[in-house]
C-alpha cells in the first residue's frame, strides 16, 4: 500500500441503528474501490468486518471493525460500529476515532432510536454527518419517506445530493443532483458500474424540485453566493461542494445520499463524496491533551508529522493465540514501523513492532504512518482501551473517551467448579478488552458480579469467555445485600460455662442493645464499674458480639446500627479467659437481639430516568409497581422529554435496564447510584425470611 499523508486521509465512523446496513455497506465501500479482493456478506458471515466468531453467529456486529477504501488519491479508514445498545461503548469509540461520521438510515423502517442516539453523539462531537439511506431494494423502502423521517426527527437541515431511479425490488439507478446526471446500474453489476445517462424524464420532475432545495440551502450558507444565486448566476459544481464542505464543518448543512449496499448501487458515487466532502485528517480541529507523566501542563494537539508522536488507543481486541491487537488512532506526528513509544497513562514503554492497517481480520504491515491515521499493532505489553501512546520526550495524555455506565448487573460463577481461578482471570481479560464490562467481588453476598451495557452484552461476554478462556460462566440474579438492625431496645446476660476434666471456662456479661440512627454502624460501650469483668476481658465481649451480628437474628444477614452498653457481668480467676468472654458475647446477642424488635433492611438505589413525555405515565406507574417512591420530575431543558428522579429497592431493579428499554421502545434512559438502606415493608420482609429459612434447611440437610 502506497504512504498516505494527512491530507490524504479521511477517518469516518459509520453509524446507525441495529441492522441498517452498516457492515454491508462498509463492505461494499471497500469492496468497490478495489481495496478488498472479496465482496463479503453479512448472511453468508463473510462480511469484512463482522469476523469474530461471536458475529457470525449473530449475524449483527459486536466490535468496531477497521476497514480502508483507496479512492481518487485518498484512504479513506472505514470504522464500522454495531448498532445495538448493548455495544454502544464500540460506536463511541469508532466516533472518537474519526473526524465525521456516515448516518446510515435504513429506507424501510427509517429513523430509530439507534439512528437518533447516534445522530446526536456526532453533533456532540462537533462530526460533519453524511446521511446514507440504505437497502433502497428492499421491498417497500421509501426514499421520500425516509428523507421525511429524517428531517422531522433528526434536523431540518439534512439535503438530498442524490434521488434514486426507482424503489424497492425496481431500484436501478441514482440521480445526482450535482452532475445533473442519472447513474444506471448494469443488472447484475458486481461492483457498481453504471451507465451514465440524462435525468430519465419521469424524474425531472423530483429532480428539478429537489435541485432547487439543494441549491438554494447550499447558497443560504454562503451570504455572497446567495446573492449571485438571487441575481440569477449560475453556481458551479465545484464551487458548491466546497460550500457543501463548510457547512457541514459548521454543523449547518447534512447531504443525503442513496445506495443498496448488497447490490453496490450507489457506492462509487458515495465513495468520491466521502472524499469530497468529509475534512481529511489534516483539517482535524486542533485536541486539548494534558503533557508530562503527570498531565498538568495543557498542550494543543494538531495534525501534523512535524508534532511530538501522539496516539489513542480506541480499541483492543484479545485473540487467544495471537495476543492483544490495539487499534490507535494517531493525532499528531508520524510513526515508523519498530518505534520505540511510550504510554503515559501507565508509565510504560512500548514497541510499535509489525506497525499495521487493519482491512477487516487482516493487518497489513507498513513501514510507516502520518499524523491522523489509523492504524494498529499486536503485543503490546501493558497497553488497553482509552491509553495514549506518545514519546518518552514529550508524553501527552490525550483525552478519555466517555464510554457509557453500565446499566445491568449478574452474578456469574464457573459453571465447573475448578474453574472458578480461571474464570477471575477471563473475566479481567473481558474487561480490559472491552471497558464496558466490567467485574467485582461482592464481599456482603459473596457473588462475583459482572455488569454491562444489557443482557445481550453479557450473555456475548459470556460465549467469549468460553472460547476465548475455555471457562464456562453462569450468570445469574445476584443476590440483594440485605441487612438487619433493631427497632427497640433490651437487655440480657451471656453465660458460657463449661467444666471438662482439668481446667474449665468461663465468662459472664450483661448487655443492653439499642438503635443507633441508619448509618452509624456499630457502637460499642465499657460500662463496667468495680471490676465485675477484668478490663482485658471486655474486648473479647466485644468481638463475640460483632461475630454474632455478623450472621444476623432474622435471615443470616449482619445486623447494623446499634449499640451495646455492657454495663455487667462476673469472671472466674482460674477458668475465665478471652475466648469465654468470647462466647459470653456470642450467647449475650442472641439472647437480647431478638428482643430489640429486628427488621429487615435492603439497599435502594436512586435513579435518574430521561424520557419521552409520550411514555412517562408508563415509567411513573412502572416505578410505583417496584415499590419505588418518585422524588420528583423536571422537563428537559432540550424539550425532549422529562427527568424522573425516584428511589427503588435494589431487590426490585433486576433487569430493569431491559424493562424500561421494551417499555420506551429503547428511548428511555437511566442512571442509577447507591442511595442507602430503608426497612423492608413487613409483608416483603414475610417473604425474605421464610425463604431465607428455607434455604438455610436445605443446606444443612446437604451436609
Ligand atoms: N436487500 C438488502 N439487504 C441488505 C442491504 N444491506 C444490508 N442488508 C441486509 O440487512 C441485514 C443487516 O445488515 P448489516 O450490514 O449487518 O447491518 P448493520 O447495520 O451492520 O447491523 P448491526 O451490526 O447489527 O448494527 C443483513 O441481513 C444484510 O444482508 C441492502 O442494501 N439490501
Ligand atoms: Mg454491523
Not at 445522530?119 to 428492499?138: G, H, I, N, T, W
Not at 429524517?150 to 439534512?158: D, E, H, N, P, Q
Not at 478471652?578 to 433492611?601: D, N
Request: with cysteine.
Amino acid at each position: 500500500m502506497r504512504e498516505y499523508a494527512s491530507p490524504d486521509i479521511r477517518n469516518v465512523a459509520v453509524v446507525g441503528h441495529g441492522a441498517s446496513g452498516k457492515t454491508t455497506l462498509v463492505d461494499a465501500l471497500a469492496f468497490v474501490s478495489g481495496s478488498s479482493k472479496r465482496h463479503g456478506s453479512v448472511k453468508d458471515g463473510t462480511a469484512l468486518t463482522d469476523f469474530a466468531p461471536e458475529e457470525v453467529d449473530r449475524g449483527y456486529s459486536i466490535n468496531l471493525g477497521c476497514a480502508y477504501a483507496e479512492w481518487m488519491e485518498a484512504k479513506i479508514n472505514l470504522i464500522d460500529t454495531p448498532g445495538y445498545a448493548d455495544f454502544h461503548g464500540d460506536a463511541i469509540a469508532g466516533l472518537a476515532a474519526a473526524d465525521g461520521a456516515l448516518v446510515v438510515v435504513n429506507a424501510t423502517s427509517a429513523v430509530e432510536v439507534g439512528t437518533e442516539r447516534m445522530f446526536r453523539e456526532a453533533l456532540q462531537r462537533r462530526d460533519p454527518v453524511l446521511f446514507v439511506v440504505s437497502m433502497l431494494d428492499k421491498e417497500n423502502a421509501s426514499f421520500d419517506r425516509t428523507f421525511a423521517a429524517i428531517k422531522a426527527r433528526l434536523t431540518a437541515k439534512v439535503i438530498p445530493v442524490e434521488v434514486p431511479v426507482g424503489e424497492g425490488p425496481d431500484f436501478h439507478g441514482i440521480v445526482n443532483l450535482f452532475s445533473r446526471k442519472a447513474h444506471i446500474y448494469r443488472k447484475g453489476t458486481k461492483s457498481g458500474e453504471y451507465d451514465e445517462t440524462d435525468v430519465p424524464p419521469e424524474h425531472r420532475a423530483q429532480f428539478d424540485r429537489y435541485y432547487q432545495e439543494l441549491i438554494e440551502t447550499i447558497a443560504a450558507t454562503d451570504d455572497a453566493m446567495l446573492e449571485r444565486y438571487l441575481e440569477g448566476q449560475e453556481i458551479g459544481r465545484d464551487e458548491a461542494i466546497a460550500a457543501m464542505k463548510e457547512g457541514m464543518k459548521r454543523g449547518e448543512l447534512f447531504p443525503l445520499f442513496c445506495t443498496s449496499a448488497e447490490l453496490t448501487y450507489g457506492v462509487r458515487a458515495l465513495l468520491t463524496k466521502i472524499v469530497e466532502l468529509m475534512p481529511s485528517a489534516y483539517e482535524m480541529e486542533e485536541l486539548h491533551a494534558l503533557r508530562g507523566a503527570e498531565g498538568d501542563q495543557p498542550v494543543e494537539i494538531h495534525a501534523r508529522d512535524d508534532q511530538p508522536f501522539s496516539a489513542l488507543v480506541f480499541k483492543t481486541l484479545t485473540e487467544p493465540h495471537v495476543g492483544d491487537v490495539s487499534f490507535f488512532r494517531i493525532f499528531s506526528g508520524a510513526v515508523v514501523n519498530g518505534q520505540d513509544v511510550y504510554n503515559a497513562t501507565r508509565n510504560v514503554a512500548e514497541k510499535l513492532g509489525h506497525l499495521s492497517v487493519a482491512q477487516g481480520r487482516d493487518r497489513i504491515e507498513v513501514p510507516k504512518l502520518h499524523a491522523g491515521d489509523i492504524g494498529c499493532v499486536a503485543k503490546l505489553k501493558n497497553t488497553h482501551t482509552n491509553d495514549t501512546l506518545s514519546t518518552r520526550e514529550h508524553p501527552v495524555r490525550l483525552p478519555d473517551i466517555r464510554l457509557p455506565e453500565p446499566q445491568v448487573t449478574f452474578a456469574v460463577h464457573a459453571t465447573s467448579r475448578n474453574d472458578e481461578e480461571k474464570l477471575q482471570q477471563g473475566l479481567h481479560r473481558l474487561h480490559d478488552e472491552d471497558p464496558t464490562f466490567s467485574m467485582h467481588y461482592e464481599p456482603e453476598t459473596h457473588d462475583t458480579v459482572v455488569s454491562g451495557l444489557g443482557e445481550r452484552h453479557l450473555e456475548v461476554s459470556m460465549a467469549k469467555l468460553k472460547r476465548k478462556f475455555g471457562v464456562s460462566g453462569e450468570l445469574t440474579r445476584p443476590k440483594i445485600a440485605y441487612r438487619e438492625t433493631i427497632r427497640g431496645r433490651g437487655e440480657g446476660q451471656g453465660r458460657h460455662k463449661k467444666q471438662t476434666g482439668g481446667r474449665g471456662q468461663f465468662g459472664d456479661c450483661w448487655i443492653r442493645m439499642m438503635p443507633l440512627p441508619r448509618g452509624e454502624g456499630y457502637v460499642f460501650a465499657d460500662e463496667i464499674v468495680g471490676g465485675a469483668i477484668p478490663s482485658k476481658y471486655v474486648p473479647a465481649v466485644d468481638r463475640g458480639i460483632q461475630e454474632a451480628a455478623a450472621r444476623g437474628v432474622l435471615a443470616g444477614h449482619p445486623l447494623v446500627d446499634f449499640k451495646v452498653e455492657c454495663f455487667d457481668g462476673s469472671y472466674h480467676s482460674v477458668d475465665s479467659n478471652e475466648m469465654s468472654f468470647k462466647m459470653a458475647g456470642i450467647l449475650a446477642f442472641k439472647a437480647v437481639a431478638p428482643k430489640c424488635r429486628p427488621v429487615l433492611l435492603e439497599p435502594l438505589d436512586e435513579l435518574e430516568v430521561t424520557t419521552p413525555d409520550e411514555y412517562l405515565g408508563d415509567v411513573m406507574g412502572d416505578v410505583s409497581a417496584r415499590r419505588g417512591q418518585i422524588l420528583g420530575t423536571s422537563a428537559l431543558t432540550d424539550g425532549r422529554g422529562t427527568l424522573v428522579r425516584a428511589v427503588i429497592p435494589q431487590a426490585e431493579l433486576h433487569l430493569y435496564a431491559t424493562h424500561l428499554s421494551s417499555m420506551t421502545h429503547g428511548y428511555a434512559s437511566f442512571t442509577r447510584r447507591f442511595r442507602g438502606y430503608e426497612e423492608v415493608p413487613a409483608e416483603v420482609a414475610q417473604k425474605i425470611i421464610a425463604e431465607s429459612a428455607k434455604s438455610r434447611e436445605e443446606v444443612m440437610a446437604e451436609a
